[in-house]
């Protein structure tokens, strides 16, 4: 071995030796992986920033450092979508494992669900359940103004489906408001803002609305097109639905003659036109099949048992499908 080849060895096995002694004299900032302690309770208020939540983990117990997670939080983008609110997460974790479990939406505590279907009443009964909702504050609806202007400056249907979560002691008025923003914007994802060429936005929110409480999600876009049918011809909308709403007995299966005549522009029994406002919260798979209804002549529609709905332009076969409606009612299918 010549005297450089022999230099540029030893040189080598040198620099691999310091190396070596650097990395196991390195303090290392970060617990391993696969080692949890048990849980703990971490709050993460509205506004907190990456280093506010690396100090309250490190404070708890969850991470080594604060270090170590703020240094994951700025190189992974998903460390933003950390919501404020209550975590039930476990304590001696990496960095990496805090993140997951702080992204995982079934470890947050009190969240508020809002259900498809569900109405700005059934919202509010939750809100004022909730933990982290502060029950001093004052409800004032009309500080809170509706994403779709309507004439009766409403609330209902703008309200979009999700679970979401609260920093405690926040009031009832900026829980909604935050709501109705996150419906603006999956309102402008879906396409819903443009409406189409005869229906308003608001009108098809209206429409959506209807359809999400009326049919399975298999047939939205038909019952879409049954309801969309009936408008063009100026015939009654006749739809449960709308009546259960005005009359407050949501959840019924069948309807009596009596709260069919109920003096309420909701009866679509009595008036001809959509309802003046939505009647529920509607998902967006409701809202794109009243954007995009499907193809047919259908005037009615009605489920004889659970799953199984269909669709007529006869009134006459319309007539005959209720017969078996009613008899398989009877016989406690619907139950």
Do not use: C
């Amino acid at each position: 071995m010549t005297r450089l080849r022999l230099l540029l060895v030893l040189s080598l096995v040198a620099l691999l030796t310091a190396t070596g002694i650097f990395l196991l004299l390195k303090p290392k900032n970060d617990f391993p992986a696969g080692s949890p302690g048990p849980e703990v309770a971490i709050t993460v208020n509205k506004g907190d920033t990456g280093t506010d939540i690396a100090r309250t983990l490190f404070a708890r117990g969850v991470t080594k450092s604060v270090a170590a997670f703020v240094s994951l939080a700025m190189r992974d983008s998903s460390a933003n979508g950390i919501g404020p609110g209550t975590h039930n997460i476990s304590t001696h974790l990496s960095a990496r494992e805090a993140l997951t479990q702080l992204l995982d939406q079934r470890r947050m505590a009190d969240q508020v669900i809002v259900r498809e279907g569900s109405t700005l009443g059934d919202v509010l009964k939750t809100l004022k359940s909730s933990k982290n909702i502060d029950p001093a504050t004052p409800l004032k609806l009309s500080s809170i103004k509706p994403f779709l202007k309507n004439k009766l400056n409403s609330l209902e249907g703008q309200i979009y489906p999700a679970h979401y979560s609260f920093a405690p002691g926040t009031s009832i008025n900026t829980a909604l408001q935050e709501m109705v923003t996150h419906f603006a914007g999956e309102s402008k994802n879906v396409g819903l803002t443009a409406g189409n060429q005869k229906y308003s936005p608001y009108e098809i929110l209206t429409i959506a609305s209807m359809v999400q409480i009326e049919g399975d999600p298999t047939d939205f876009d038909k019952v879409s097109r049954t309801i969309l049918n009936r408008l063009t011809i100026g015939m009654p909308l006749q739809l449960n639905s709308t009546v259960q709403y005005a009359a407050n007995l949501r959840g019924r299966i069948a309807l009596s003659l009596a709260a069919t005549k109920i003096n309420s522009p909701y009866n679509t029994y009595k008036y001809v036109g959509l309802p003046p406002s939505p009647i529920s919260n509607p998902s967006r798979l409701a809202i794109e099949a009243s954007l995009s209804p499907a193809v047919g002549d259908w005037l009615y529609f009605i489920t004889v048992s659970p799953g199984d709905t269909r669709f007529t332009s006869q009134y006459t076969q319309f007539q005959e499908w209720e017969t078996l409606y009613q008899r398989n009612l009877r016989a406690g299918a619907f139950k």
